[in-house]
């Protein structure tokens, strides 16, 4: 397979011009932490110093800004900007909707074994509060939207008063039917909290789902694909369940109506999240969102074309595991048996790619298995990804040999 030939803009520039990204490295996991190109970052550079030229100006024109922002934010991400909440990031989404919502002693929250460490930790301590329990639904790797959506909905029992799914799930870099999962729980009393983390930017309109029932609470991080500067993330709801929700922090705006009272979150530098349109748009004028998309797509397949016959000379197992409803930015490909098995082992493999092949990539661990990652996004070129098979499958191959996984962490 060939590989698809670089972005260019429409001022001639590369991906790679529009960025600030460290020119030694190669930067294949855009799924973590994001990365913010240059011209948003002079824009937010701009804002910043209007802020400190006069600071009280500054966060007294803060509503009004930060509702423009919702609106302008707002088409991007398929909701109406009155069910738009600005949230930090991902984690604040999980922990306001959790915070919000009193259970009964033995209520559950459903989650799937796909879920976010850090969201089912959330979970856990609200269940904890309030005496209530979490339970996880198994969803293999491979089920497609059908047979996940009955695994899903077979799991939902009379003490569930809550779902949490993920829109795309990180480790395993696979979506889930939630419009089909919406609909089939409409009535049934269990509010569906969708974790669109890594949504936004990678899918069309992705909060569009929140906008299907009363029921539903969606978030998502504005700082990954869409790559806006950090923090900056949104949170949908609407109806009954927008009502009770509050910001993760109490301030001024406590008794204003939903989404208005989540502008104030006591004195925050939302400097990030006032680039986010800029830089959508941006992205938009220079290369085209579903440009982006369809790069990355193709990008992606061209780098698993290359990277998982590597991975297969080093064990006779099949690098390209079949996963269900899979995102053609993100392929997943499996890494040999025993190198990656947990927090400590992933650690130690990304900081060794980092350090003597000098790429960047995500690696996950699911059920105890190490998983490749792959992302591509604008900036990326298809020798980001010949530099991971000439330089990084030594690192692997020698992992292997050794045995791996013992190296301390950090
Ligand atoms: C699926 C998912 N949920 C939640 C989060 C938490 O995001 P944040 O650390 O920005 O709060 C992440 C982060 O990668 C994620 O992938």
């Not at 497609?144 to 799914?165: F, K, Y």
């Not at 829109?167 to 269990?190: D, I, K, N, Q, Y």
């Not at 500067?229 to 922090?249: D, Q, S």
């Not at 392929?331 to 790619?353: C, E, F, M, W």
Request: charged residues 20%; negative net charge.
């Amino acid at each position: 397979m060939t590989a698809p030939s670089p972005l260019t803009s429409a001022e001639g520039t590369t991906g790679r011009d529009e960025w600030v990204l460290d020119p030694a490295k190669r930067h294949l996991n855009h799924g973590s932490y994001g990365a913010v190109p240059r011209r948003t970052l002079e824009h937010q550079a701009a804002l910043k110093r209007e802020l400190e030229r006069n600071p009280l100006r500054w966060f007294d024109s803060l509503p009004e800004r930060l509702a423009a922002e919702r609106a302008a934010l707002a088409p991007f991400l398929g909701s109406p900007a009155h069910e738009l909440a600005v949230i930090p990031n991902a984690s604040a989404g999980a922990s306001t909707v959790l915070a919000s919502t009193r259970f009964e002693p033995g209520d559950e929250i459903l989650v799937t074994d796909h879920v976010y460490g850090a969201v089912l930790m959330a979970a856990e301590r609200a269940a904890r509060r309030d005496g209530g329990v979490v339970r996880a639904v198994g969803i293999p790797l491979a089920a497609g939207s059908e047979e996940t959506l009955e695994l899903i909905t077979g799991a939902v029992g009379p003490r569930t008063r809550m779902l949490i799914v993920d829109h795309v799930s990180s480790a395993t870099a696979r979506a889930f039917p939630v419009e089909e999962l919406v609909a089939a729980l409409e009535g049934s009393g269990v509010t569906i909290v969708v974790d669109g983390a890594h949504t936004p930017g990678l899918l069309d309109s992705p909060a569009r789902v929140a906008g299907r029932s009363d029921g539903v609470v969606w978030f998502g991080n504005l700082h990954k694909f869409a790559s806006a500067p950090r923090a900056a993330a949104v949170l949908v709801a609407r109806g009954e369940t927008a009502a009770r929700l509050y910001p993760p922090i109490d301030s001024w705006g406590a008794t204003l109506d939903y989404p208005e009272r989540f502008d104030q979150q006591g004195t925050n530098d939302v400097t990030g999240f006032l680039s986010a349109s800029y830089g959508i748009a941006e992205l938009e004028r220079l290369f085209g969102w579903q440009r982006i998309r369809d790069y990355a797509a193709d990008l992606a397949a061209y780098a698993a074309s290359i990277i998982a016959p590597a991975l297969e000379a080093l064990q006779d197992v099949p690098a390209r595991p079949h996963v269900g409803m899979a995102q053609p930015a993100q392929p997943l490909l499996r890494l040999p048996d025993g190198i990656v098995t947990d927090g400590a082992s992933q650690r130690v493999l990304k900081n060794r790619l980092s350090a003597e092949a000098d790429v960047e990539a995500g690696i996950m661990v699911w059920r105890g298995q190490g998983f490749l990652r792959i992302s591509a996004h604008a900036y990326n070129v298809a020798a980001d990804y010949e530099q991971f098979v000439e330089r990084g499958i030594p690192v692997i191959a020698s992992m292997a040999r050794s045995g791996a996984s013992h190296s301390p962490a950090r």
